[in-house]
């Protein structure tokens, strides 16, 4: 692992991934059957134990949904059904994920991590050029991830073993598509 690398949890939030958050049934019992959860706190503490920064990306929206167009099928849902929420309880990290002073926090209102964020200039400015990518879903915000980080001529890394989507076809369809853009491994080998 290199200082010129970041790992990125991503929208690993308590109304996605806690079992009491809006989307409890749908990544929990994926994610609990996988071993997400400790392969996610594995991958953390070896970025940590490495020097490598460690940055949290969360999706979320002002208490008026300001940021929500009409136009998202996803985003609308989550306006009409009251969740991603800045500053409640669903849009905090999963505690077992918690951040430490010094990592980055990325809000975001898209699917993307880098439109309309401050992922990009923090990335420039600490010189970062290899992005390990974990979090839900593995066909939104991974995907995303992936293939803009490429585009922006950035090494990706998608630890398969930390991310998960709704399905496990949804993740497996997912990871398909995305071993052309990036490498993939796990939390005990990036």
Same mark, same amino acid.
């Given at each position: 692992?290199?200082?010129?690398?970041?790992?990125?949890?991503? =929208?690993?939030?308590?109304?996605?991934?806690?079992?009491?958050?809006?989307? %409890?049934?749908?990544?929990? +019992? #994926?994610?609990? @059957? /996988?071993?997400?959860?400790?392969?996610?706190?594995?991958?953390?503490?070896?970025?940590?134990?490495?020097?490598?920064?460690?940055?949290?990306?969360?999706?979320?929206?002002?208490?008026?949904?300001?940021?929500?167009?009409?136009?998202?099928?996803?985003?609308?849902?989550?306006?009409?059904?009251?969740?991603?929420?800045?500053?409640?309880?669903?849009?905090?990290?999963?505690?077992?994920?918690?951040?430490?002073?010094? =990592?980055?926090?990325?809000?975001?209102?898209?699917?993307?991590?880098?439109? %309309?964020?401050?992922?990009? +200039? #923090?990335?420039? @400015? /600490?010189?970062?050029?290899?992005?390990?990518?974990?979090?839900?879903?593995?066909?939104?915000?991974?995907?995303?991830?992936?293939?803009?980080?490429?585009?922006?001529?950035?090494?990706?890394?998608?630890?398969?073993?930390?991310?998960?989507?709704?399905?496990?076809?949804?993740?497996?369809?997912?990871?398909?598509?995305?071993?052309?853009?990036?490498?993939?491994?796990?939390?005990?080998?990036?």
């Amino acid at each position: 692992m290199a200082s010129d690398s970041i790992l990125l949890v991503m =929208d690993m939030i308590n109304d996605l991934v806690h079992p009491d958050g809006a989307g %409890g049934k749908s990544y929990v +019992p #994926l994610m609990t @059957a /996988r071993g997400v959860y400790a392969n996610t706190i594995r991958a953390i503490g070896r970025a940590r134990a490495a020097g490598m920064m460690v940055g949290y990306v969360r999706v979320g929206f002002s208490p008026d949904y300001r940021e929500v167009p009409d136009s998202s099928p996803v985003f609308t849902k989550a306006r009409d059904g009251g969740i991603f929420k800045l500053g409640s309880w669903g849009t905090e990290v999963h505690a077992d994920f918690a951040p430490q002073p010094g =990592d980055a926090d990325i809000v975001k209102h898209r699917v993307s991590p880098f439109y %309309g964020t401050a992922l990009a +200039p #923090l990335l420039s @400015a /600490r010189g970062i050029r290899r992005l390990v990518l974990s979090g839900v879903s593995t066909n939104g915000v991974v995907s995303a991830a992936v293939r803009e980080g490429h585009d922006r001529d950035f090494t990706c890394v998608v630890l398969e073993d930390c991310c998960a989507g709704a399905t496990r076809e949804e993740h497996e369809f997912a990871l398909a598509g995305l071993r052309r853009f990036a490498q993939v491994a796990n939390a005990d080998s990036f």
